[in-house]
DNA sequence: GACTCGTGGGA
DNA sequence: TTCCCAAGAGT
């Protein structure tokens, strides 16, 4: 047995229930899912994905409304120019694809907000293709059994696609059926913090267990922060434009953060990024928003 | 490569 | 409470 073999199994009969595996799942679906799916926990994604479905079942009904519309769908799933990308992908995939989301790899990757994971994610799990799909738990799982070592970089890097190319199987269907189990495998079992070896497949030939499970060395990555950043400003403003239902004033978005300049730095890079727009001297709406009825000023 | 870009929940 | 981190992409 491989540990392709080994993972396989262990995904038939682990594997969790989650919507976007049901077999009726168009590639659309798919490729919405593996977007939502970008540093936001399946948990949250999960009713955001059915919702998000059922308003637009298909590329060309998103394509069909403004920008807007998808900015306010996001709702607080986090990274709104994902929304904002997602948009601009249904149009591309109408302007070029006749609609249909594309099967080849290269013309999944020229699309808005598809990167090296997400497209060979809709390829390998739409189209069942046989790629290296490596997103952060492909990573730790192939950097732990095969490579002993605690924890893998920060970003895919080539050698990341090249090290799981060699662990798929020839066979297209079983290839696919492995880059799924091996995602799944790091999320729920060989997680980032108190992995369960005890039910790890791997458990007697993993190189890491092996070698006792030894601690990473110097600090893996640099803190975080949020709070006080400009990330928590935009998110401030990003939420009050998405519930207005008229261009809103500036002195409103003035209340949401006490300084000035970072305020203003905030603002002006939503509207840089193409989230929001400025209208008239001094209101500002969600970009694709038409403006209508009166200013409320709250 | 290094940075930026949201949000929330669990340890 | 604070810290970590969760199916990345784009510059």
Not at 149 to 158: N, Q, V
Request: hydrophobic share 40%; glycine share 8%.
């Amino acid at each position: 047995m491989t540990l392709a073999d080994e993972a396989i199994a262990w995904y038939q009969a682990n594997a969790r229930d989650l919507p976007w595996r049901q077999p009726d799942t168009t590639p659309w679906g798919v490729l919405v899912s593996e977007v939502m799916l970008q540093q936001t926990p399946v948990v949250r994604v999960e009713p955001a994905w059915r919702s998000w479905m059922t308003r637009w079942p298909d590329p060309a009904a998103l394509a069909a409304d403004p920008v807007s519309e998808a900015i306010r769908m996001w709702g607080r799933l986090g990274y709104p120019r994902r929304a904002m990308r997602l948009h601009a992908c249904a149009v591309a995939i109408v302007d070029r694809h006749g609609g249909r989301v594309p099967d080849d790899l290269d013309q999944l990757l020229a699309l808005p907000g598809v990167g090296t994971y997400t497209g060979r994610a809709v390829a390998t799990f739409a189209y069942g293709q046989r790629h290296p799909v490596v997103d952060t738990n492909v990573r730790r799982v192939v950097c732990r059994a095969v490579e002993g070592k605690p924890d893998a970089g920060p970003t895919t890097t080539a050698a990341d696609l090249t090290a799981m190319e060699a662990l798929l199987p020839e066979d297209e269907e079983r290839a696919a059926k492995a880059s799924i189990a091996f995602m799944e495998l790091g999320a729920i079992v060989c997680t980032a913090r108190s992995p369960k070896c005890a039910d790890c497949p791997f458990h007697d030939v993993c190189a890491w267990r092996l070698r006792g499970e030894p601690l990473p060395e110097g600090p893996s990555r640099k803190p975080q922060k949020y709070a006080g950043t400009d990330r928590q400003v935009r998110g401030l403003i990003l939420e009050v434009l998405r519930h207005a239902t008229a261009p809103v004033p500036r002195q409103r978005l003035d209340l949401v953060w006490n300084d000035d300049l970072q305020r203003a730095r905030a603002l002006s890079g939503l509207v840089e990024d193409g989230l929001v727009e400025p209208l008239g001297e001094h209101d500002f709406i969600l970009a694709g928003d038409a403006p209508r009825g009166e200013i409320q000023p709250l």
